[in-house]
């Protein structure tokens, strides 16, 4: 069961990347929705890559580091579908909490395989 969990993670990372490619698709072209939406594309397309190079990682601390990048793009995401809300760019702007929703729990995975990596490399025998 335990070999299987990172490609689940690798999966879900996939999906949200093609959520976020369907998003950003139906943003409109204004100069605000073109600037958001090259920084939301960049951003929330980001994770799964970055997720996917950390399980090849040459060390631990590579690990890591592959990991906080992904942390790092899916807070910048999360942040940017709180702009598109309150921009109000998307009508109805609902449609985006399963989003969102999904941002926060892949936040706090992503954040807790740092944890556990960390707590690891302190304790490599525990």
Known sequence: MFKERPY????RL?????RIIKLVEAIPESKAGK?????????GTSP???????QSAESNADFIHKLKIALK???ETEIWLKVIIR???????????????ETDEL??????CVETANKNKD???D
């Open 8 to 11: 689940d993670l690798q999966d």
């Open 14 to 18: 996939i999906e949200f990347s093609v």
């Open 35 to 43: 600037h958001i939406c090259s920084q939301l594309l960049r951003s």
């Open 48 to 54: 799964a890559p970055n997720y996917g190079e950390s």
């Open 73 to 75: 793009e899916l807070r």
């Open 87 to 101: 921009a109000d760019l998307i009508k109805p702007s609902e449609q985006l909490s399963p989003l969102l929703q």
């Open 107 to 112: 936040i706090a995975i992503l954040f807790k």
């Open 123 to 125: 304790h490599p025998h």
